[in-house]
């Protein structure tokens, strides 16, 4: 899950632009700023290249880089660069909760997806209950950088904005992987043993099956037998 993220150094090149955009805007100005932070996120998609890294999580940054300008150029602050980012906690936060309450906690089916290990542990409540927490984790992160935020872009506090972004990044996002690794090993040692079982079941029926013919001499059982 965090090489989906691009990694350690995807967390770091994340907070560059945020840097660059926060300093340029303090010497020189808004519009500076913006074109600033774009162009710190396509050098980083360029490095990225050059290094053959993972582009998608290069390419995914520089797409919230710039929805992030467009805010800042349309309600014309630099606090605006941080408005989408708060939202999307929020949304994030709203969709995990749901997830949880409809017994689909995200964690498990995002993990699912990217495993492609089946959706078994969706029968087994100790697999689902691991992946709530988890899922849960999750939302309590996304819930303290809205609260938090949010509450700093309404008293114009964008330095602090920025001090909050990356502080709330790399801190709580490492607290919530480690619950999701946690729930991860866990629902994957329940999902083996019902693998397990569900394998050791179909051998039975296949012998049962196999018994009756040899019974009854013939390629299928009697009707009712």
């Given at each position: 899950?965090?090489?989906?993220?691009?990694?350690?150094?995807?967390?770091?090149?994340?907070?560059?632009?945020?840097?660059?955009?926060?300093?340029?805007?303090?010497l020189f100005g808004l519009g500076p700023a913006?074109?600033?932070?774009?162009?710190?996120?396509?050098?980083?998609?360029?490095?990225?290249?050059v290094r053959r890294e993972p582009l998608q999580p290069a390419i995914s940054g520089f797409f919230g880089v710039a929805i992030a300008a467009f805010f800042a150029y349309r309600t014309g602050s630099a606090k605006g660069f941080f408005l989408f980012g708060i939202w999307a906690s929020l949304v994030y936060g709203g969709v995990f909760a749901v997830s949880v309450l409809v017994r689909w906690p995200l964690v498990g089916v995002i993990w699912t997806f990217l495993n492609g290990h089946g959706m078994l542990w969706r029968t087994d409540r100790k697999a689902v209950r691991a992946y709530s927490v988890a899922t849960l984790t999750w939302v309590l992160v996304f819930a303290a950088r809205y609260v938090v935020q949010s509450w700093?872009?309404?008293?114009?506090?964008?330095?602090?904005?920025?001090?909050?972004?990356?502080?709330?990044?790399?801190?709580?996002?490492?607290?919530a992987l480690v619950v999701t690794v946690w729930a991860v090993r866990a629902a994957g040692h329940r999902q083996q043993d019902l693998e397990a079982a569900a394998e050791a079941r179909e051998a039975e029926e296949r012998a049962a099956e196999a018994r009756l013919r040899a019974k009854y001499g013939g390629d299928q059982a009697p009707e009712g037998a």
């Amino acid at each position: 899950m965090l090489e989906q993220m691009g990694g350690v150094s995807g967390l770091v090149y994340s907070t560059i632009p945020v840097l660059v955009f926060i300093l340029v805007n303090s010497l020189f100005g808004l519009g500076p700023a913006i074109w600033s932070a774009l162009g710190a996120a396509v050098a980083i998609t360029v490095w990225r290249l050059v290094r053959r890294e993972p582009l998608q999580p290069a390419i995914s940054g520089f797409f919230g880089v710039a929805i992030a300008a467009f805010f800042a150029y349309r309600t014309g602050s630099a606090k605006g660069f941080f408005l989408f980012g708060i939202w999307a906690s929020l949304v994030y936060g709203g969709v995990f909760a749901v997830s949880v309450l409809v017994r689909w906690p995200l964690v498990g089916v995002i993990w699912t997806f990217l495993n492609g290990h089946g959706m078994l542990w969706r029968t087994d409540r100790k697999a689902v209950r691991a992946y709530s927490v988890a899922t849960l984790t999750w939302v309590l992160v996304f819930a303290a950088r809205y609260v938090v935020q949010s509450w700093l872009y309404d008293e114009d506090q964008t330095g602090w904005l920025a001090f909050a972004r990356i502080a709330m990044g790399y801190p709580l996002t490492a607290v919530a992987l480690v619950v999701t690794v946690w729930a991860v090993r866990a629902a994957g040692h329940r999902q083996q043993d019902l693998e397990a079982a569900a394998e050791a079941r179909e051998a039975e029926e296949r012998a049962a099956e196999a018994r009756l013919r040899a019974k009854y001499g013939g390629d299928q059982a009697p009707e009712g037998a």
